[in-house]
Nanobody, 123 residues
Framework: QVQLVESGGGLVQAGGSLRLSCIVSGRPSSLHAMAWFRQAPGMEREFVAGITWSGAVAYRDSVKGRFTISRENAKNTTVLQMNSLRPEDTAVYYC?????????????????WGQGTQVTVSS
């Protein structure tokens, strides 16, 4: 059974940084894309960043230049480095493993999800 476990969330002031990590266990294929999504209260889950096995990345416009996604295939780990955080970044962040080799923004393309980690940015 494939499992994704996130860590690294917390409370930070606006302008601060957080680093989220996601470890995939259970003999997963490392060839599929990985991504981070987030969901704020009363809002739909939204794509934040994605990365392919070869390292090609994609970001939602609002986080470009502030967030960086990376992965270490040998360690089955995906990281989201978040800098210059804003109050509107507050949400539960989820790590997800895609059914595809390319990263997409559609949650339906992802079949494994972590439990989520809370990120709160105070103003």
């Amino acid at each position: 059974q494939v499992q994704l476990v996130e860590s690294g969330g917390g409370l930070v002031q606006a302008g601060g940084s957080l680093r989220l990590s996601c470890i995939v266990s259970g003999r997963p294929s490392s060839l599929h894309a990985m991504a981070w999504f987030r969901q704020a209260p009363g809002m739909e889950r939204e794509f934040v960043a994605g990365i392919t096995w070869s390292g090609a990345v994609a970001y939602r416009d609002s986080v470009k230049g502030r967030f960086t996604i990376s992965r270490e295939n040998a360690k089955n780990t995906t990281v989201l480095q978040m800098n210059s955080l804003r109050p509107e970044d507050t949400a539960v962040y989820y790590c997800a493993k895609s059914t595809r080799y390319s990263s997409t923004s559609d949650p339906d393309d992802y079949n494994y999800w972590g439990q989520g980690t809370q990120v709160t940015v105070s103003s």
